[in-house]
């Protein structure tokens, strides 16, 4: 299977869309970064630059531009921008998509997929969970740091399909840790389970998780927060197996202990932060469902003030 011929936008090429359209371009991809700012900037003057534990360092000289209509149509769009910017990226996403086009997100949250679906028909979008710990150091420059790399593609009503297997092979081919999933929404929530605790935690502390599990009482919280975004999960009709908090909590007990979740950096960074699309999410469909979400309900109070940033990166 060739990569030549698959045309790929990567809306919001910062750490995740960056690792992971850059692995496509180096395995043969056409594609283009959407970017903004001295980011922008420095990947015209210089290429991206990737430094990655899990696929090398390279430099990636892939089209790049902050006009997404001037792109036309491609086989493949990347949704990778934070979660706050998710309807201003949709709004001017309409001619990258034509008749066969595919959608995935590697976004935060579990609105993504529907939020795409009800802007360009679901027959043009594939759920899809993306784990790894990747972001800008410099402009131009992407550190991948840790996490797994991995990306699990299904159809947003299950069962196996033809455009699945493929596009998973095609990850595949790029180097990436990608697999077909039946359950993909299944799957979009157990990352969300994940990515509440993280994230949450370590913004709430500003700590990485290594000085988490230090603390038996953050690590109390932390399996916590998990337990309710589960219960939850299981009120909005996903059938989560009871032993997914023990098992995410001891997962992530055994992953680098230097690792702050995406909105912790943010955070430290005085850049928007997506609380509202994760524990404040959580808060506001365990009210829908008479779910108790104490933890989830701490974390978004003590954060709810830096939603939008204060510029300090």
């Not at 960056?18 to 903004?36: K, N």
């Not at 808060?283 to 709810?304: M, S, W």
Request: charged content about 15%; hydrophobic content about 45%; glycine content about 14%.
């Amino acid at each position: 299977m060739s990569l030549d011929n698959l045309k790929v936008a990567v809306v919001g090429a910062g750490g995740t869309g960056a690792f992971y359209g850059g692995a496509l371009a180096r395995a043969g991809a056409e594609v283009t970064m959407i970017a903004r700012g001295p980011h922008l900037e420095a990947i015209k003057s210089n290429g991206l630059q990737l430094k990655s534990v899990l696929l090398g360092d390279f430099l990636i000289n892939s089209a790049v531009t902050d006009d997404m209509s001037s792109i036309g149509a491609v086989d493949l769009v990347i949704l990778a921008v934070k979660s706050w910017g998710t309807d201003a990226a949709i709004d001017s996403m309409s001619g990258l998509v034509d008749d066969d086009t595919v959608i995935i997100s590697t976004q935060n949250g579990v609105d993504s997929e529907r939020l795409l679906a009800d802007a360009f028909g679901a027959e043009h979008v594939l759920g899809c969970t993306a784990v790894v710990s990747a972001m800008i150091t410099e402009p131009g420059v992407v550190n991948q740091a840790g996490g797994p790399g991995s990306l699990e593609i299904g159809e947003l009503f299950g069962g196996p399909s033809d455009r699945v297997a493929d596009l998973v092979g095609r990850f595949v081919e790029a180097g990436l840790a990608a697999q077909a999933h039946n359950n993909i929404q299944l799957a979009l929530w157990q990352k969300f389970i994940f990515i509440c605790a993280l994230s949450g935690m370590t913004a709430l502390t500003r700590k990485p998780i290594g000085e988490i599990w230090a603390q038996p009482t953050t690590t109390e919280m932390y399996f916590q927060v998990l337990t309710e975004v589960a219960t939850v999960g299981r009120a909005e009709g996903v059938d989560i197996p009871e032993s997914t908090a023990a098992d995410l909590l001891s997962g992530t007990q055994a992953r680098e202990p230097f690792i702050i979740g995406s909105m912790g950096h943010d955070l430290i960074a005085g850049n928007p932060i997506e609380i509202g699309l994760l524990n404040g999410r959580v808060v506001e469909l365990g009210k829908q469902h008479g779910v108790p979400t104490p933890a989830n309900f701490a974390i978004d109070a003590a954060l709810r003030p830096h939603e939008g940033g204060t510029g300090a990166g």
